[in-house]
DNA sequence: CTCTTTTCCTATCACTTTGCTAGGCTTTAT
DNA sequence: ATAAAGCCTAGCAAAGTGATAGGAAAAGAG
């Protein structure tokens, strides 16, 4: 009942590309040393977000990434469910169908809703916005 | 972020225990039958719970188990946690105190304790007694 | 046009977890 | 004594995890 490393680092990653949006492109490398996450094992990670246009890619000398909408627009869920895949506590719940064939008098299955439920209600309630946030608080308090 | 087949199958050990409580003990085979699961792995199951005094066996022929307590004192948390381990969605939250380094400066932790209480308030809630119950709410539903 | 810096792509791999299977030992009712 | 149950340990194939490695392709600087 673990989030991987996947998507740990994938969160931390777009947080670190909201954190540091200067305008210019942020360069892996760079995410890497703030983020103490090796660089390659991050090239890989970027790559899902690339491809599924989380993220922007700029190539050649000076390039790197930025993100491809304002942070408000992704949501936890968004960044876990596409480096972690289905977020559901049991494999019936993954897909739109439930394909089990004791579905029908499975009393479990009813438990498996509630708790996928719950998680959904957090994960798709919090946005990278919301964590920007959380950051400015947490390095508020520790200038003062 | 999966509940594994140990938890699950469990849950519905546990559950075949609380239905087929006749006082005579519940063999192994049986519930293994019942539950279609191998009855080799439900051995190995079982002998956690029996271990931590969830249920009791009596060995020999016309042995079996049972539950050592009424189904409403025991919840899914407590089943889950036994075989599956902590249900924290981070290692950082799985023991009484947090080890990590980074937790005076992470953001992500308050997300991860956000979703570990919402997981915790299902799992903690929900007892045997309530599966038990929506069990004949199915099976009433078949009948009619 | 060349050099360098960056992303992009694919392969590999050690390690751990998962989900069992197998086989024998011990207890106990008949 | 026998057979039926639980008890115990080992093993193992397959999948998942968490990386590492090496090079190809793009593009800006000179």
Known sequence: MK????????????LDLALNN??????IKDIAARQEISD??????????NKAGYVKSI????GGYHLAREPEKY????ILRLTEGPLAPVPCLDGEVNTCERQDTCVTLR????????????V?????ADL?????????????
Do not use: H
């Open 22 to 27: 200067t305008g210019e492109p942020v360069r």
């Open 111 to 122: 438990l498996w809703r509630m708790l996928d439920t719950a998680i959904s209600d957090v």
């Open 124 to 128: 798709d309630k919090v946005t990278l």
């Open 132 to 144: 920007v946030e959380w950051q400015t608080q947490i390095s508020d308090n520790y200038v003062i």
């Open 40 to 49: 390659k094992y991050l090239e890989q990670i970027i790559s899902t977000l």
């Open 59 to 62: 190539r050649g000398p000076q």
């Open 3 to 14: 989030i991987s490393t996947k998507g740990r680092y994938a969160l931390r990653l777009m």
């Open 75 to 78: 949501t936890v869920g968004m």
